[in-house]
């Protein structure tokens, strides 16, 4: 018996990286999973690989009405919206003084609008399901600097604002038996990761040494594991939470 048997979820950015082993967890346990991402050629070949109990649908998740489309699509498909993963994100790769405003806005437009409009559109169908459980994925980057956000000012203010909307929602919608619980990887070794150590090689190794465990950067499979627990029954109690899954980053 799966921990997610009989639940839908949809999960954001699931094309690549922690979003694709976010499909795989999700549906190894038993739900039925939407995945939506931008590229939607790599969507197809990844959603394939995971049964017809998946759906690949593209979507910017920048788009409000767009978000609706997958709202509604995903409850003529399966029924009904359980579990929602706001995991696609971006970074600038840039420091204070380098920032242009448009590039400020493009990471908050991606990583904090993105991740509200998901919430914005599938609350109102949890409310009517009765509850449902949303896990933000947000980053250490978002509760310390330096080998933890790739010297990104943009993404690290995102990734706070994650944080601090999180809280909100877990706060705000508990009474209608909705969970709100965000997610906090230190280094997970995938594209977003690659591109940080080859822009600044010397990051590996002060990510190394803030990292005490052996293996100091996770496989994404470490950090869906934590996220299917808290999509899951089992962390019924659990809401406005911080799970921090960092190879030790934080201690
Ligand atoms: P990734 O770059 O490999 O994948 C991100 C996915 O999001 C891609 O498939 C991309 O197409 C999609 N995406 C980007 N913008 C989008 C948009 N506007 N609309 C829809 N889809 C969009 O990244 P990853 O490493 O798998 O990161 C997944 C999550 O984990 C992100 O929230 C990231 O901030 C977080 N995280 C990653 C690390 C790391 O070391 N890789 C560390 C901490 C947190």
């Known amino acids: 018996m799966g921990r997610l048997d009989g639940k839908v979820a949809i999960v954001t950015g699931a094309a690549q990286?922690?979003?694709?082993a976010l499909v795989k967890r999700i549906a190894?346990?038993?739900?039925?999973?939407?995945?939506?991402?931008?590229?939607e050629e790599k969507l197809k070949e990844t959603m394939a690989k995971y049964g017809e109990h998946t759906l690949g649908l593209k979507l910017d998740v920048t788009d409000e009405n767009g978000w609706q489309e997958i709202v509604d699509t995903t409850i003529e498909t399966f029924g009904k919206v359980d579990v929602l993963v706001?995991?696609?994100?971006?970074?600038?790769?840039?420091g204070v003084l380098d920032l242009k405003p448009e590039e400020y806005m493009k990471v908050m437009q991606v990583n904090s609008l993105g991740t509200l409009l998901g919430i914005q559109k599938s609350i109102p169908k949890m409310q009517e399901n009765g509850g449902g459980s949303i896990?933000?994925?947000a980053s250490i980057g978002a509760l310390k600097s330096g080998?933890?956000?790739?010297?990104?000012?943009?993404?690290?203010?995102?990734?706070?604002?994650?944080?601090?909307?999180?809280?909100?929602?877990a706060h705000n919608f508990?009474?209608?038996?909705?969970?709100?619980?965000?997610?906090?990887?230190?280094?997970?070794m995938t594209d977003m990761l690659k591109k940080v150590f080859d822009e600044s090689p010397?990051?590996?190794?002060?990510?190394?040494?803030?990292?005490?465990?052996p293996n100091h950067i996770a496989d994404p499979v470490d950090i869906a594991n934590g996220v299917v627990y808290l999509a899951s029954d089992d962390a019924k109690a659990v809401t406005g939470t911080e799970l921090i899954i960092d190879n030790g980053n934080m201690t």
Request: glycine residues 12%; contains cysteine.
């Open 86 to 94: 706001n995991n696609a994100a971006m970074m600038s790769n840039k």
């Open 135 to 137: 896990v933000n994925i």
């Open 174 to 188: 508990a009474k209608d038996n909705i969970r709100c619980n965000s997610v906090y990887p230190g280094g997970i």
């Open 28 to 39: 190894e346990e038993g739900a039925k999973v939407v995945g939506v991402d931008l590229n």
């Open 147 to 169: 080998a933890a956000d790739g010297g990104d000012a943009a993404y690290s203010a995102s990734k706070g604002s994650v944080r601090a909307l999180s809280k909100h929602v």
């Open 202 to 213: 010397d990051l590996w190794e002060s990510n190394k040494a803030a990292s005490p465990l």
């Open 17 to 20: 990286g922690l979003g694709e």
